[in-house]
């Protein structure tokens, strides 16, 4: 079974800093999906962004971008200058590519706090 | 404006009794899932559905029951079965486009009393 794990439960940023989010996953699939979401104060998921395996170049929207490593199933965030309403929780999550392949396995979330 | 809708934001349940969460999306979707968060446990899969009239249970379907009647709804029932059913409940939708993301509606936060 496909497994994502996010083994930084809590992490803190300086205001305009560089912090780096973590995640691992297991899976036995070669080709599939992997996404970023960030869940703010109000709780809505919003999507950070998204990489798709078959893909070697590394994803970026804008102060966000991606570290895919294949091979080590592992799939880092890195927030780049660091904002207050960066604060939220981001969850890794990941889905097989193929027809029929709905379901989404999340971690558990990483809490990232920014500070003034 | 398209986007997922969830109702109520706030619901208060005594033990024992049955409780339907709405969750309405005009993106025209086919699928849709509802989640269960919990502090620590990220979002686990309850129920999910790829088209009208077709569901399937997630990882931890037992004590609830959806519906799928319409494309654009997917109504969510916690029953009296559902032995800890506080919790934060999320309804997402999705084309059918593969590497779509979800998207996710405001939540509903359940509180059993």
């Known amino acids: ?116 | 404006d398209g986007g997922i809708t969830q109702s109520p934001k706030y619901l208060f349940r005594k033990e024992g009794q049955n409780v339907t969460l709405s969750c309405e999306q005009n993106l025209n979707h086919d699928a849709m899932y509802w989640y269960r968060q919990d502090p620590g446990q990220g979002l686990r899969l309850i129920y999910y559905s790829q088209i009208v009239n077709d569901f399937q249970k997630g990882d931890i379907a037992e004590g609830y029951s959806v519906s799928r009647e319409k494309k654009e709804s997917f109504p969510l029932t916690v029953t009296s079965a559902q032995k800890n059913p506080t919790a934060f409940y999320l309804c997402a939708s999705k084309v059918t486009i593969s590497y779509n993301e979800q998207f996710f509606g405001p939540g509903t936060r359940l509180t059993v009393l």
């Not at chain 1, 990489?51 to 895919?68: D, G, I, L, P």
């Not at chain 1, 965030?77 to 969850?91: N, P, R, T, V």
């Not at chain 1, 193929?98 to 396995?105: C, E």
């Open chain 1, 1 to 116: 079974a496909q497994t994502v794990t996010q083994s930084q439960p809590e992490m803190s940023v300086q205001e305009a800093e560089t912090v780096t989010l973590s995640c691992t996953y297991d899976t036995s699939e070669s080709d599939y999906y992997l996404f970023w979401y960030k869940q703010p104060p109000s709780r809505q998921m919003i999507l950070v962004i998204r990489q798709e395996a078959y893909k070697q170049q590394n994803a970026t929207e804008n102060r966000f971008s991606v570290n895919f490593q294949k091979a080590a199933k592992s799939f880092s965030l890195k927030i780049s200058d660091s904002q207050l309403g960066d604060a939220a929780m981001y969850f890794c999550a990941y889905r097989a590519r193929g027809s029929g392949t709905y379901k989404y396995i999340f971690g558990t979330g990483t809490r990232l706090k920014v500070l003034a």
